[in-house]
């Protein structure tokens, strides 16, 4: 019998330890309850499970994405294309002699590892490539070449670079940390590591990475993978994890993959690009995996186009010469290295004395520290505010979208023109305030914002990374933070509670369950408004930080008090 004629800790090391479970043996259900009943004698096992195996899952998106509609690139005419800024991306290989990443002067990366993971940023492109499922390219027409494509893709060296790079990435100026996990056979299997962390995760950010784009996924429930990632970004601030959000949505709810689960990272929904008459750049493509999760948070997170992008054609590993191929793909995969892409443009625009210090109001603290690189939750607030709400999900016969958050788009598409001044503050039709800062239990942070005009939108969001919890939990959040806004009247809104032409909506109630909460109220009242970040019991840390932006027409006074309050306030 197979289970008898191998010691427990053989079935550990060679089977549990692997993302690829039992591909040649079938195992009688009986050998099966045998191997479960064994695990669960060993007093440090808490839960088991079953998971799927993890699988893999752009000129129109530019456009999408820094203008709101197709019709040009703003951001990239100002020059904001990435530069200096390293993106980490684990998939399926790249393929180096690709035009979008090939480096004539130096060749290609020097491959590396986990134990020993090097990296040099004289490359042109690829800075950092570690083998961890043992190959050092990509499979014909691969997965991740055409994401990286899409994130940082980049033609050079060719007599028409300029009609090649009408498919560059959405961040043609950064470079990229790469961790392949494909096999490259014809199953396009992956192996994934037990720690994401320490192993993706660490490696990307030894090379400089801050920003991480994850094209794959497997099961439906908050598992090991998810947790660690949870673990990771509350522990590692600085950094932002972005996966695909899955292409189940054929099959409706409950249907976003691991570890897009995780409440930290950003979950991705796919739109669509425009590329027929057809293509409604307002409507989830079909396939898009919908949520809730299980303990009833929204996920996805946001949105961003991937039903038909052009990207890098990779050719087989081991090809000679050079290529300048592109292809197309569908999936929540492309639109994931859209978010990440853009991620890198946000970044920077912080950084870059050419963007925000130039624009920005220097009363602001955040402006007048200079430029900085925007921690993991900052970003991940900053993406969640651009997002511009979609109207309409294609699956399942067509569902109308009214109020964001839901659980087809999250937020919204990402939409850096409501998002990134482009002229001096005393100039620009919105005023953006940022703030990191945190709470103790029981506490209120206030804003006070001045409206001069009703003509912007009012909107306020804030992010948090929550201490991770257990895989078995009811319900995952640990720390809850409450966003409260109070108009001139003394009229509250509250965090991701429906607005109905500028009210609160009927049984309006304080969110519980999410680490991320928006208030947008479109034509508010000239005048004082108040917003407040309130925090209830934190069992975990005495303290908890929390990240907020802040656009209107108008003006945002600094942080005014933190107060003690009292728990009848929260109900």
Same mark, same amino acid.
């Given at each position: 019998d197979f289970c008898l004629s191998r010691g427990l800790g053989d079935v550990y090391k060679r089977q549990l330890n692997s993302n690829i479970a039992y591909k040649k043996r079938q195992i009688s259900g009986t050998c099966f309850a045998y191997l479960i009943s064994l695990l669960s004698e060993n007093i440090e096992v808490t839960r088991i499970g079953l998971n799927r195996p993890m699988q893999t899952m752009n000129s129109l998106a530019r456009e999408i994405t820094q203008l709101g509609s197709l019709g040009s690139e703003p951001y990239s005419e100002l020059g904001l294309d990435g530069s200096n800024v390293v993106i980490g991306i684990s998939d399926t290989g790249i393929d180096e002699t690709s035009c979008y990443f090939r480096d004539k002067n130096h060749g290609n990366v020097p491959r590396s590892s986990v134990k020993h993971p090097t990296s040099d940023s004289k490359y042109r492109k690829v800075i950092q490539y570690i083998t961890y499922s043992g190959s050092s390219g990509d499979y014909s027409a691969g997965h991740g070449s055409h994401v990286a494509g899409t994130v940082a893709g980049l033609c050079d060296y060719e007599q028409n670079n300029e009609a090649h790079n009408v498919y560059k990435g959405m961040a043609s100026g950064a470079k990229i940390a790469f961790f392949d996990v494909g096999i490259n056979d014809a199953k396009q299997d992956l192996i994934i590591p037990d720690d994401l962390g320490s192993a993706i995760f660490d490696t990307a950010k030894s090379a400089g990475a801050h920003i991480h784009s994850n094209s794959w996924g497997g099961g439906y429930l908050y598992d090991a993978f998810t947790l660690g990632t949870d673990k990771y970004l509350y522990e590692n601030p600085d950094f932002l994890v972005v996966f695909a959000a899955g292409n189940s949505g054929y099959h409706g709810t409950y249907t976003v993959c691991s570890p897009a689960l995780a409440k930290n990272s950003l979950a991705v929904a796919a739109s669509n690009t425009g590329h027929t008459s057809s293509s409604n750049i307002d409507h989830i493509a079909s396939f898009s995996s919908n949520g809730p999760t299980l303990d009833g948070r929204n996920? =996805?997170?946001?949105?961003?186009?991937?039903?038909?992008?052009?990207?890098?054609?990779?050719?087989?590993? @081991?090809?000679?010469?050079?290529?300048? @191929?592109?292809?197309?793909?569908?999936?929540?995969?492309?639109?994931?290295? $859209?978010?990440?892409?853009?991620? @890198?443009?946000?970044?920077?625009?912080?950084?870059?004395?050419?963007f925000w210090v130039k624009y920005c109001d220097p009363s602001y603290i955040m402006c007048s520290r200079g430029p900085f690189t925007p921690s993991g939750t900052l970003m991940k607030a900053l993406l969640l505010h651009s997002a511009k709400p979609i109207t309409r999900f294609e699956g399942n &016969?067509?569902?109308?979208?009214?109020?964001?958050?839901?659980?087809?788009?999250?937020?919204?598409?990402?939409?850096?023109?409501?998002?990134? =001044?482009? $002229?001096?503050?005393?100039?620009? *039709?919105?005023?953006?305030?940022?703030?990191?800062? &945190?709470?103790?239990?029981?506490?209120?942070?206030?804003?006070? $914002?001045?409206?001069?005009?009703?003509?912007?939108?009012? *909107? $306020?969001?804030?992010?948090?990374?929550? =201490?991770?919890?257990?895989?078995?939990?009811?319900?995952?959040?640990?720390?809850?933070?409450?966003?409260?806004?109070?108009?001139?009247? @003394?009229?509250?809104?509250?965090?991701?509670? =429906?607005?109905?032409?500028?009210?609160?909506?009927?049984?309006?109630?304080?969110?519980?369950?999410?680490n991320n909460e928006q208030i947008t109220i479109d034509s508010p009242a000239v005048g004082d408004w108040v917003v407040r970040v309130q925090s209830k019991r934190l069992s975990e840390a005495p303290w908890q930080n929390y990240s907020m932006v802040i656009s209107a027409s108008g003006r945002v006074a600094p942080l005014q008090t933190r107060v003690n309050i009292s728990p009848a306030l929260l109900a």
């Amino acid at each position: 019998d197979f289970c008898l004629s191998r010691g427990l800790g053989d079935v550990y090391k060679r089977q549990l330890n692997s993302n690829i479970a039992y591909k040649k043996r079938q195992i009688s259900g009986t050998c099966f309850a045998y191997l479960i009943s064994l695990l669960s004698e060993n007093i440090e096992v808490t839960r088991i499970g079953l998971n799927r195996p993890m699988q893999t899952m752009n000129s129109l998106a530019r456009e999408i994405t820094q203008l709101g509609s197709l019709g040009s690139e703003p951001y990239s005419e100002l020059g904001l294309d990435g530069s200096n800024v390293v993106i980490g991306i684990s998939d399926t290989g790249i393929d180096e002699t690709s035009c979008y990443f090939r480096d004539k002067n130096h060749g290609n990366v020097p491959r590396s590892s986990v134990k020993h993971p090097t990296s040099d940023s004289k490359y042109r492109k690829v800075i950092q490539y570690i083998t961890y499922s043992g190959s050092s390219g990509d499979y014909s027409a691969g997965h991740g070449s055409h994401v990286a494509g899409t994130v940082a893709g980049l033609c050079d060296y060719e007599q028409n670079n300029e009609a090649h790079n009408v498919y560059k990435g959405m961040a043609s100026g950064a470079k990229i940390a790469f961790f392949d996990v494909g096999i490259n056979d014809a199953k396009q299997d992956l192996i994934i590591p037990d720690d994401l962390g320490s192993a993706i995760f660490d490696t990307a950010k030894s090379a400089g990475a801050h920003i991480h784009s994850n094209s794959w996924g497997g099961g439906y429930l908050y598992d090991a993978f998810t947790l660690g990632t949870d673990k990771y970004l509350y522990e590692n601030p600085d950094f932002l994890v972005v996966f695909a959000a899955g292409n189940s949505g054929y099959h409706g709810t409950y249907t976003v993959c691991s570890p897009a689960l995780a409440k930290n990272s950003l979950a991705v929904a796919a739109s669509n690009t425009g590329h027929t008459s057809s293509s409604n750049i307002d409507h989830i493509a079909s396939f898009s995996s919908n949520g809730p999760t299980l303990d009833g948070r929204n996920k =996805p997170d946001i949105t961003a186009p991937g039903n038909y992008l052009i990207s890098a054609l990779a050719r087989s590993e @081991g090809s000679s010469g050079t290529s300048c @191929g592109t292809t197309s793909k569908q999936g929540t995969s492309m639109a994931t290295p $859209v978010v990440a892409g853009t991620a @890198g443009l946000i970044s920077q625009y912080f950084q870059d004395t050419n963007f925000w210090v130039k624009y920005c109001d220097p009363s602001y603290i955040m402006c007048s520290r200079g430029p900085f690189t925007p921690s993991g939750t900052l970003m991940k607030a900053l993406l969640l505010h651009s997002a511009k709400p979609i109207t309409r999900f294609e699956g399942n &016969g067509g569902i109308s979208l009214s109020s964001v958050p839901d659980t087809y788009q999250g937020y919204g598409r990402v939409d850096l023109s409501s998002l990134l =001044p482009t $002229v001096t503050y005393n100039k620009a *039709k919105y005023t953006l305030y940022m703030d990191n800062d &945190g709470l103790q239990e029981l506490q209120e942070n206030s804003y006070n $914002v001045h409206i001069s005009s009703s003509t912007q939108a009012l *909107k $306020v969001t804030i992010s948090w990374f929550d =201490p991770p919890n257990q895989v078995f939990a009811a319900r995952y959040l640990l720390h809850d933070l409450d966003l409260v806004l109070e108009d001139p009247t @003394g009229q509250v809104f509250l965090g991701n509670a =429906p607005v109905s032409g500028n009210r609160p909506a009927l049984g309006a109630s304080r969110d519980e369950i999410n680490n991320n909460e928006q208030i947008t109220i479109d034509s508010p009242a000239v005048g004082d408004w108040v917003v407040r970040v309130q925090s209830k019991r934190l069992s975990e840390a005495p303290w908890q930080n929390y990240s907020m932006v802040i656009s209107a027409s108008g003006r945002v006074a600094p942080l005014q008090t933190r107060v003690n309050i009292s728990p009848a306030l929260l109900a």
